[in-house]
């Protein structure tokens, strides 16, 4: 199944500072917001699951249909997600 | 926690009651529509007790009292499963409804996130979502597999108009009458039956329907019967202070008043005979079913054997019914009685009897795989552990199993998996779980768009309500919800939803999502007619550039239509289209520094300040030393602000970017200035104040001074990304105080206008170039005094090169214009690179550009050179007579010459003083810049070497490389400069150069004699006879330029250039003697390609070599003249032969010098072999004792090598009394004699001398060491030994 994945840094104070769309699928028009949509809403788990583990890489802590989102929380609260 | 005073809880005492069945007459309507209402709302107000206290016991014998209860009444048609379709439209209804109530509230700002979260959740959470989630619920109701909404009991209702009543009370049970429930067996026909007559007291007394009521009471039982009697206020104007129906009548403006004809004994008649029902009949018939069913449970099921029994016989049935129907469980089946059982006792408060039951019949529903059966059981369960207060986690479970078999179901289940959801969610709102509960919301959803927006918008409030809120979620399902409100055409509630989503979105980083925000919301906003909250929204969305080119496309067509929906325009103070760079912002205004183009303008201004500083007496704003007592040049408030002179432009350079990928089209583009006259006004708290707060005031701005100030306009299109400069002038034409507030451009119709002080207050970086005074504000650069005008000078070059080769000389014209008609004196002119440009003259106009280069009888020179009156520092004085008024240009001729090849920037600064004393400024300044490529031409450098045998000649050699990328030169002249030397050729003119011209890249060498010409004035008559007539300064080199005439090369503009170039080498002025410059004439090709230009005009190229040394680095040079070759008899005698020394002290000062010709003796006694000559070496040195000495062939090595072989070496020595020390004044020649004694033919070397020379200092020789001193690479000696020159002299025996 070719599905695009959308890669995002999010700085402190959930400002992202990189985007990136991965992927080979047929691109859906409204993809990109859709994306970012569903990895800014994840913030919200984020924020709250992050304190209360020690792990860096938060798998699947959030999924809006078949879209799923994992973490990677740095130390310095800068986020990967996808 | 009382969990029946939860939410749910009382959800569930409402919904979760007894259902009556009502039967009634058409008369009995008519006397109840009366009163607006029909009989089962008359009735409805009075079924819900609050405290009805019936005592009742459990199963097992416990009294308790029930104390909420609630009749839910039902006309017979009204007892069936509601038709789906109308269902939904009833909703979509109510939807709408809540719509349109909106409409005021959606023009206004959305909320701040933080007002969001401290306001409570009533006021945030539509007031309609209760009563949509309660009419969603009821889609579900009278469900087959569900008992409590099965009818308990029936109340059969006659008027006492009707004619037999007591037939038509038996009509009523005609089954054709009653509800499918009833009749296909999914529940026990056998109800409780109430019998009610209605008395209308309009149409007269009660006696009649009291005589029915009697033959009722013998007909069905004394109990049973009852008689109501209505309507007893005639005039129906009877007012209720506490209206009890408001409640139940949601629809409908009441047109009539509810229950006018019901006086108070009707009213008070009807809450006796509901409580009478309830209390007497309703509940004790229900407790009556409870027990006997308990006991036939008890009986069949309950115990060990009836359960291993059950599920031995359950086991046994292999195939169970899949149809979940229920057409397997009739009324009469065991699991349809436990069902009634458990919802009986629900019912009536006993929960631990129903939830027992519930448990033990989902087991039997999950094994017979009756899945709705089982779901329902499983939701009923979860609500009884739920009133219980019980395990958590049970009910949860529960439900969740519930829901989970419902959505299994398909669309069967749907309505039922609404409700379950809906009271799961109640359930765990409860409990502060609004997490899971919004997510409860999320999987509602079906495929109906507008159930699951409303479902969305509330998972949204969920999230908020959450602890703590979870803002993005709340924004991200508000946008979803709102999505799918758009789709159902509920574009109000869209709206609503997405404004709400942007409290949270408004200042997000996030692209994508804030323009997918601002699009949507401003797209229906336009739907609407609110066409200036769209345009809000869909100006934020303009500057788009991270989208793809189709999407910037679709924003700007919507905007633009949007925009002309809105029919007007519109000043947007954050107009994004395009995109200004603040940091490209540059003011350039001419003060007292003018420019003479843009390129001049944006030079550096210390650049110019240092090139000035020769030039302007004292320059009032440059401190160049904090001593610098500020003149009174200008007024304090002139020099503390920006000045500008009216009447003449100030210059603002703007970036304007495309942030799209589409072009657009901007016009109109201006600046925004505010010009005040007064001069209070310029007092500093005006500046603070914001003048751009409101739109009103700037339309002040820009429309009241267009009379006082010019202003530049331009159209322009932008492409895709593109970036563009634009020039905005501004021409204040009154004194006063200028402020440049800010730029405006249309945009299709739409007026953009950009505020630099906005930018500028953030930012306070240094920005600009031009910032005359680092120390003020920013704000105060834009701001500039208008003072009244003054003369200025407008200059240019005409034709000014771009490209030159290295080495060209050109012709130009410096042209200044003054516009004004006041006149301007004093006029300097100072160039930076005088190297380059040499300052013509004016009485020499360029037309005769040859003449003025070229060589004639007359040479006057250095003439022209007094004209021009050079002050210091290179600052060229005008004379005083010129003066520049009106149309007419001062033409002045310039000469240029590309010195070498690099990029060369040209500065010139002009200087001139108002004639006026009144006015302002003193003085003005005019500022050229020009920007000139030079390319490599030919490459010239000069080997000289002393002639050997000649003093003061020297061998020239020019080697001469093309090293031009295209261009062929004619090597033409070359001339020396100055008077002390000649050059001339040593080859036939002819014989130079082959080819005539150098071809690229191509390397010639040149041979010259060069002759000191000095020397040969001196004592030409005596000492050099051989100086040739053709000595001259000039040579010619090129046998095609012979009919050429001969370059000056002292005259004026290569003279100039000369200057500067020596200025450039060398380091002092001064005259030395030993160095000679030359210059060397050359000219393109005539055949090439840039001859186009102009052919008629020679083009010349002049290359200067300055300070060429003369090899020798003494002063001192000398020549030996004799004879070379000599015929002597040996056998007579040995040989004399005499020699002469010449010898030249070119220094300017006495030298003393001693000639030593012998070599130490010490060397001679080391070679004792040589012995043999000693005795004649002392005895010629007794004969002359001032003799050095003898020695022996050429060195000593050589006379060792020698040593086998040494006998016949052949020898001389020196001798003859020569005066070994003597003076020599400066620049002046003497003779020595000197004689040699050879004893033997053969040939020798007379280079065994030394020269010991000495300068003397004592006069003029001390400027000569400072200048020393200055130099050090010019290691100019005061004392020195040179050996001598080999000298071959050959002496032959003669026969």
Same mark, same amino acid.
């Given at each position: 199944m070719a599905i695009t994945a959308s890669f995002i840094i999010v700085s402190r104070n959930d400002i992202p500072i990189y985007e990136a769309e991965v992927g080979s699928a047929t691109k859906r028009e409204d993809a990109a917001q859709l994306h970012q949509f569903v990895l800014h809403a994840a913030l919200d788990i984020v924020q709250d699951l992050a304190w209360t583990t020690s792990a860096m890489f938060l798998k699947n802590i959030d999924r809006f249909n078949d879209l799923v989102v994992s973490v990677y929380v740095t130390a310095g609260h800068i986020l990967f997600i996808y | 926690m009382d969990p029946a005073g939860t939410p749910l809880g009382k959800m569930l005492l409402e919904e979760i009651t007894p259902v009556v069945m009502v039967l009634r007459t058409p008369s009995v309507e008519e006397a109840c529509v009366k009163n607006g209402l029909s009989f089962v709302e008359m009735l409805s107000p009075f079924c819900n007790f609050s405290n009805i206290d019936v005592p009742l016991r459990t199963s097992s014998d416990q009294p308790y009292r029930l104390h909420k209860f609630k009749l839910r009444l039902f006309y017979e048609s009204d007892v069936r499963q509601p038709n789906i379709e109308v269902a939904k439209e009833r909703l979509k209804q109510v939807i709408t409804k809540a719509g349109e109530k909106e409409n005021l509230e959606l023009i206004s700002d959305p909320p701040q996130v933080s007002n969001l979260l401290d306001s409570s959740k009533s006021e945030l959470l539509p007031s309609w979502f209760e009563y949509l989630n309660k009419e969603l619920i009821r889609t579900a109701s009278f469900s087959e597999h569900e008992t409590f909404d099965h009818p308990v009991g029936c109340l059969l209702v006659v008027s006492s108009k009707d004619e037999q009543p007591i037939n038509r009370f038996i009509d009523h049970f005609n089954t054709n009458k009653l509800p499918s429930l009833l009749n296909d067996g999914a529940?026990?026909? @056998?109800i409780l039956k109430h019998y009610l007559l209605v008395h209308d007291n309009h149409d007269g007394s009660s006696e009649k329907a009291s005589k029915i009521l009697s033959e009722m009471k013998s007909t069905f039982g004394t109990n049973e019967c009852h008689l109501l009697c209505i309507n007893s206020s005639q005039d129906a104007k009877m007012e209720h202070q506490?209206?009890?129906w408001a409640s139940y009548k949601y629809d409908g403006s009441p047109v009539q008043r509810l229950g006018c004809c019901l006086d108070v004994d009707d009213i008070s008649a009807l809450k006796d005979l509901m409580h009478e029902f309830s209390s007497k009949h309703v509940i004790p018939y229900m407790e009556q079913k409870v027990r006997i069913l308990n006991q036939q449970v008890s009986a069949t099921r309950r115990g060990f054997r009836n359960q291993i029994k059950n599920l031995w016989w359950r086991k046994g @049935?292999?195939?169970?019914?899949?149809?979940? $129907?229920? $057409?397997?469980?009739?009324? $009469?089946s065991i699991e349809s009685q436990i069902r009634v059982l458990g919802d009986h006792a629900f019912m009536l408060h006993d929960y631990e009897l129903a939830l027992a039951n519930y448990r033990l019949i989902s087991t039997d529903y999950k094994l017979d795989k009756a899945w709705k059966r089982y779901a329902g059981v499983q939701e009923m369960m979860a609500l009884a552990y739920f009133l219980l207060d019980q395990s958590r986690k049970e009910a949860e479970y529960c439900m969740e199993n519930a829901f989970n078999t419902y959505l299994k179901l398909g669309s069967s289940g749907q309505q039922n998996a609404t409700r379950c959801g809906l009271w799961w969610i109640e359930m765990l709102k409860t409990r502060d779980q609004y997490k899971e509960a919004a997510s409860v919301y999320f999987r509602i959803c079906s495929e109906e768009l507008l159930h699951s927006a409303v479902m969305l918008e509330q998972a949204s409030y969920c999230y908020l309500f959450s602890k703590p809120p979870m803002l993005y979620k709340y924004g991200f399902h508000l946008v979803l919800s709102g999505d799918r409100y758009r789709k159902t055409d509920q574009i109000k509630h869209a709206i609503r939803t997405y404004r709400s989503a942007l409290s949270v979105y408004r200042e997000t980083t996030w692209s994508y999502i804030r323009d997918h925000v601002h699009f949507h919301i401003g797209q229906w906003y336009a739907l609407l007619g609110f066409h200036d909250v769209a345009v809000r929204h869909m100006l934020q969305v303009l500057a788009c550039s991270h989208q793809s080119k189709a999407t910037q496309e679709l924003f700007l067509r919507d905007f633009l239509q949007i925009f002309q929906g809105a029919g007007k325009t519109f000043e947007v103070p954050g107009l994004q289209l395009p995109v200004i760079d603040i940091s490209s912002l540059k003011v350039v205004f001419e003060d007292q520094r003018t420019y003479a183009s843009s390129l001049a303008a944006s030079v550096r201004e210390s650049l110019w300040r240092s090139l000035e500083e020769d030039l302007i007496p004292s320059l009032p704003g440059a401190r160049t030393n904090w001593l610098d007592v500020q003149t009174k040049l200008m007024p304090k408030r002139l020099r503390e602000s920006n000045v500008c002179v009216a009447g003449e432009a100030i210059k603002v350079v703007v970036e304007f970017k495309n942030p799209l990928q589409v072009p657009i089209p901007i016009s109109n583009v201006s600046l925004i200035c505010e010009l005040s006259r007064s001069e209070e006004e310029i007092s500093d708290t005006n500046a603070s104040t914001s003048e751009l707060a409101n739109d009103e005031d700037h339309q002040r701005v820009v429309s009241s001074d267009s009379g006082s100030v010019i202003l530049s306009e331009f159209d322009f299109s932008l492409g895709g990304g593109e970036k563009k400069l634009v020039e905005l002038t501004v021409t204040p034409k009154l004194e006063g105080t200028l402020k440049l507030v800010g730029v405006r451009w249309k945009f299709s119709g739409c007026v953009g206008f950009y505020t630099f002080e906005s930018i500028l207050l953030v930012k306070k970086i240094a920005r600009g170039k031009r910032k005359a005074k680092a120390k003020q504000s920013p704000l105060n650069d834009l701001k500039f005094v208008v003072i009244k005008p003054v003369p200025k000078l407008e200059g240019h070059i005409r034709s000014f090169p771009e490209k030159a080769y290295a080495g060209h000389i050109q012709p130009l014209i410096l042209e200044l214009k003054n516009q004004s008609n006041c006149s301007i004196k004093n006029l300097k002119m100072k160039i930076s690179h005088p190297r380059f440009l040499s300052i013509g003259n004016k009485e020499v106009p360029h037309v005769d550009f040859r003449a003025c280069l070229e060589k004639q009888s007359d040479n006057k020179q250095g003439g022209t050179r007094a004209n021009l009156k050079k002050a210091s520092q290179g600052v060229f004085l005008f004379p005083e007579d010129v003066a520049i008024k009106g149309d007419k240009p001062l033409l002045w001729p310039l000469w240029l010459r590309a010195a070498v090849p690099e990029n060369f920037l040209l500065y010139i600064i002009i200087y001139y003083e108002m004639e006026d004393a009144s006015s302002v400024m003193k003085y003005r300044t005019l500022r050229l810049h020009y920007n000139l490529q030079v390319l490599p031409s030919l490459d010239v450098s000069f080997k000289i070497s002393p002639c050997p045998s000649r003093l003061q000649e020297f061998l020239v050699r020019m080697d001469v490389v093309n090293k031009a990328s295209s261009q062929s030169f004619q090597v033409s002249q070359l001339s020396t400069v100055g008077d002390n030397w000649g050059i001339s050729r040593l080859q036939p003119i002819d014989g130079i150069i082959p080819s005539q011209s150098l071809t690229v890249g191509q390397a010639f060498s040149f041979f010259f004699m060069l002759k000191s010409r000095r020397l040969s004035s001196v004592d030409a008559a005596t000492h050099v006879p051989d100086l040739s007539p053709d000595v001259d300064n000039d040579v010619i080199l090129c046998p095609g330029s012979v009919k050429e005439p001969l370059v000056n090369a002292t005259h004026s503009p290569l003279a100039n250039f000369h200057d500067s170039e020596r200025l450039q080498h060398g380091i002092h002025n001064q005259k030395d003697d030993n160095t000679v410059d030359f210059v060397l004439i050359s000219r393109p090709l005539k055949s090439d390609t840039n001859s186009e230009e102009d052919s008629d005009q020679p083009q010349l190229f002049s290359h200067h070599a300055c300070y060429c040394r003369t090899a020798s680095t003494s002063p001192i040079s000398w020549t030996m003249i004799g004879p070379r070759t000599k015929y002597h008899n040996f056998s007579s005698s040995f040989c004399e032969i005499n020699l002469k020394m010449t010898i030249h002290n070119s220094s300017d000062a006495i030298a003393s010098i001693s000639i030593s010709t012998a070599d130490s003796a010490g060397q001679s006694d080391a070679l004792p072999s040589q012995g043999g000559w000693k005795p004649v070496v002392k005895e010629i040195k007794a004969a002359s004792p001032k003799a050095a000495g003898i020695i022996a062939g050429n060195s000593p090595e050589s006379l060792s090598s020698l040593k086998p072989v040494a006998s016949p070496v052949s020898s001389f020595i020196w001798s003859g009394s020569s005066s070994s020390n003597f003076q020599l004044g400066p620049r002046s020649s003497t003779d020595i004699p000197m004689q040699i004694c050879v004893f033997s033919p053969g040939t020798y070397d007379l280079s065994s001398y030394v020269l010991n020379w000495n300068l003397r200092q004592d006069d003029g020789g001390c400027d000569q060491l400072e200048a020393k001193e200055s130099n050090p690479e010019e290691t100019r000696k005061l004392s020195g030994t040179c050996s001598g020159y080999p000298y071959f002299l050959t002496v032959l025996q003669s026969v």
């Amino acid at each position: 199944m070719a599905i695009t994945a959308s890669f995002i840094i999010v700085s402190r104070n959930d400002i992202p500072i990189y985007e990136a769309e991965v992927g080979s699928a047929t691109k859906r028009e409204d993809a990109a917001q859709l994306h970012q949509f569903v990895l800014h809403a994840a913030l919200d788990i984020v924020q709250d699951l992050a304190w209360t583990t020690s792990a860096m890489f938060l798998k699947n802590i959030d999924r809006f249909n078949d879209l799923v989102v994992s973490v990677y929380v740095t130390a310095g609260h800068i986020l990967f997600i996808y | 926690m009382d969990p029946a005073g939860t939410p749910l809880g009382k959800m569930l005492l409402e919904e979760i009651t007894p259902v009556v069945m009502v039967l009634r007459t058409p008369s009995v309507e008519e006397a109840c529509v009366k009163n607006g209402l029909s009989f089962v709302e008359m009735l409805s107000p009075f079924c819900n007790f609050s405290n009805i206290d019936v005592p009742l016991r459990t199963s097992s014998d416990q009294p308790y009292r029930l104390h909420k209860f609630k009749l839910r009444l039902f006309y017979e048609s009204d007892v069936r499963q509601p038709n789906i379709e109308v269902a939904k439209e009833r909703l979509k209804q109510v939807i709408t409804k809540a719509g349109e109530k909106e409409n005021l509230e959606l023009i206004s700002d959305p909320p701040q996130v933080s007002n969001l979260l401290d306001s409570s959740k009533s006021e945030l959470l539509p007031s309609w979502f209760e009563y949509l989630n309660k009419e969603l619920i009821r889609t579900a109701s009278f469900s087959e597999h569900e008992t409590f909404d099965h009818p308990v009991g029936c109340l059969l209702v006659v008027s006492s108009k009707d004619e037999q009543p007591i037939n038509r009370f038996i009509d009523h049970f005609n089954t054709n009458k009653l509800p499918s429930l009833l009749n296909d067996g999914a529940m026990d026909p @056998k109800i409780l039956k109430h019998y009610l007559l209605v008395h209308d007291n309009h149409d007269g007394s009660s006696e009649k329907a009291s005589k029915i009521l009697s033959e009722m009471k013998s007909t069905f039982g004394t109990n049973e019967c009852h008689l109501l009697c209505i309507n007893s206020s005639q005039d129906a104007k009877m007012e209720h202070q506490d209206d009890p129906w408001a409640s139940y009548k949601y629809d409908g403006s009441p047109v009539q008043r509810l229950g006018c004809c019901l006086d108070v004994d009707d009213i008070s008649a009807l809450k006796d005979l509901m409580h009478e029902f309830s209390s007497k009949h309703v509940i004790p018939y229900m407790e009556q079913k409870v027990r006997i069913l308990n006991q036939q449970v008890s009986a069949t099921r309950r115990g060990f054997r009836n359960q291993i029994k059950n599920l031995w016989w359950r086991k046994g @049935k292999d195939d169970p019914n899949e149809m979940p $129907s229920g $057409s397997m469980y009739t009324f $009469s089946s065991i699991e349809s009685q436990i069902r009634v059982l458990g919802d009986h006792a629900f019912m009536l408060h006993d929960y631990e009897l129903a939830l027992a039951n519930y448990r033990l019949i989902s087991t039997d529903y999950k094994l017979d795989k009756a899945w709705k059966r089982y779901a329902g059981v499983q939701e009923m369960m979860a609500l009884a552990y739920f009133l219980l207060d019980q395990s958590r986690k049970e009910a949860e479970y529960c439900m969740e199993n519930a829901f989970n078999t419902y959505l299994k179901l398909g669309s069967s289940g749907q309505q039922n998996a609404t409700r379950c959801g809906l009271w799961w969610i109640e359930m765990l709102k409860t409990r502060d779980q609004y997490k899971e509960a919004a997510s409860v919301y999320f999987r509602i959803c079906s495929e109906e768009l507008l159930h699951s927006a409303v479902m969305l918008e509330q998972a949204s409030y969920c999230y908020l309500f959450s602890k703590p809120p979870m803002l993005y979620k709340y924004g991200f399902h508000l946008v979803l919800s709102g999505d799918r409100y758009r789709k159902t055409d509920q574009i109000k509630h869209a709206i609503r939803t997405y404004r709400s989503a942007l409290s949270v979105y408004r200042e997000t980083t996030w692209s994508y999502i804030r323009d997918h925000v601002h699009f949507h919301i401003g797209q229906w906003y336009a739907l609407l007619g609110f066409h200036d909250v769209a345009v809000r929204h869909m100006l934020q969305v303009l500057a788009c550039s991270h989208q793809s080119k189709a999407t910037q496309e679709l924003f700007l067509r919507d905007f633009l239509q949007i925009f002309q929906g809105a029919g007007k325009t519109f000043e947007v103070p954050g107009l994004q289209l395009p995109v200004i760079d603040i940091s490209s912002l540059k003011v350039v205004f001419e003060d007292q520094r003018t420019y003479a183009s843009s390129l001049a303008a944006s030079v550096r201004e210390s650049l110019w300040r240092s090139l000035e500083e020769d030039l302007i007496p004292s320059l009032p704003g440059a401190r160049t030393n904090w001593l610098d007592v500020q003149t009174k040049l200008m007024p304090k408030r002139l020099r503390e602000s920006n000045v500008c002179v009216a009447g003449e432009a100030i210059k603002v350079v703007v970036e304007f970017k495309n942030p799209l990928q589409v072009p657009i089209p901007i016009s109109n583009v201006s600046l925004i200035c505010e010009l005040s006259r007064s001069e209070e006004e310029i007092s500093d708290t005006n500046a603070s104040t914001s003048e751009l707060a409101n739109d009103e005031d700037h339309q002040r701005v820009v429309s009241s001074d267009s009379g006082s100030v010019i202003l530049s306009e331009f159209d322009f299109s932008l492409g895709g990304g593109e970036k563009k400069l634009v020039e905005l002038t501004v021409t204040p034409k009154l004194e006063g105080t200028l402020k440049l507030v800010g730029v405006r451009w249309k945009f299709s119709g739409c007026v953009g206008f950009y505020t630099f002080e906005s930018i500028l207050l953030v930012k306070k970086i240094a920005r600009g170039k031009r910032k005359a005074k680092a120390k003020q504000s920013p704000l105060n650069d834009l701001k500039f005094v208008v003072i009244k005008p003054v003369p200025k000078l407008e200059g240019h070059i005409r034709s000014f090169p771009e490209k030159a080769y290295a080495g060209h000389i050109q012709p130009l014209i410096l042209e200044l214009k003054n516009q004004s008609n006041c006149s301007i004196k004093n006029l300097k002119m100072k160039i930076s690179h005088p190297r380059f440009l040499s300052i013509g003259n004016k009485e020499v106009p360029h037309v005769d550009f040859r003449a003025c280069l070229e060589k004639q009888s007359d040479n006057k020179q250095g003439g022209t050179r007094a004209n021009l009156k050079k002050a210091s520092q290179g600052v060229f004085l005008f004379p005083e007579d010129v003066a520049i008024k009106g149309d007419k240009p001062l033409l002045w001729p310039l000469w240029l010459r590309a010195a070498v090849p690099e990029n060369f920037l040209l500065y010139i600064i002009i200087y001139y003083e108002m004639e006026d004393a009144s006015s302002v400024m003193k003085y003005r300044t005019l500022r050229l810049h020009y920007n000139l490529q030079v390319l490599p031409s030919l490459d010239v450098s000069f080997k000289i070497s002393p002639c050997p045998s000649r003093l003061q000649e020297f061998l020239v050699r020019m080697d001469v490389v093309n090293k031009a990328s295209s261009q062929s030169f004619q090597v033409s002249q070359l001339s020396t400069v100055g008077d002390n030397w000649g050059i001339s050729r040593l080859q036939p003119i002819d014989g130079i150069i082959p080819s005539q011209s150098l071809t690229v890249g191509q390397a010639f060498s040149f041979f010259f004699m060069l002759k000191s010409r000095r020397l040969s004035s001196v004592d030409a008559a005596t000492h050099v006879p051989d100086l040739s007539p053709d000595v001259d300064n000039d040579v010619i080199l090129c046998p095609g330029s012979v009919k050429e005439p001969l370059v000056n090369a002292t005259h004026s503009p290569l003279a100039n250039f000369h200057d500067s170039e020596r200025l450039q080498h060398g380091i002092h002025n001064q005259k030395d003697d030993n160095t000679v410059d030359f210059v060397l004439i050359s000219r393109p090709l005539k055949s090439d390609t840039n001859s186009e230009e102009d052919s008629d005009q020679p083009q010349l190229f002049s290359h200067h070599a300055c300070y060429c040394r003369t090899a020798s680095t003494s002063p001192i040079s000398w020549t030996m003249i004799g004879p070379r070759t000599k015929y002597h008899n040996f056998s007579s005698s040995f040989c004399e032969i005499n020699l002469k020394m010449t010898i030249h002290n070119s220094s300017d000062a006495i030298a003393s010098i001693s000639i030593s010709t012998a070599d130490s003796a010490g060397q001679s006694d080391a070679l004792p072999s040589q012995g043999g000559w000693k005795p004649v070496v002392k005895e010629i040195k007794a004969a002359s004792p001032k003799a050095a000495g003898i020695i022996a062939g050429n060195s000593p090595e050589s006379l060792s090598s020698l040593k086998p072989v040494a006998s016949p070496v052949s020898s001389f020595i020196w001798s003859g009394s020569s005066s070994s020390n003597f003076q020599l004044g400066p620049r002046s020649s003497t003779d020595i004699p000197m004689q040699i004694c050879v004893f033997s033919p053969g040939t020798y070397d007379l280079s065994s001398y030394v020269l010991n020379w000495n300068l003397r200092q004592d006069d003029g020789g001390c400027d000569q060491l400072e200048a020393k001193e200055s130099n050090p690479e010019e290691t100019r000696k005061l004392s020195g030994t040179c050996s001598g020159y080999p000298y071959f002299l050959t002496v032959l025996q003669s026969v």
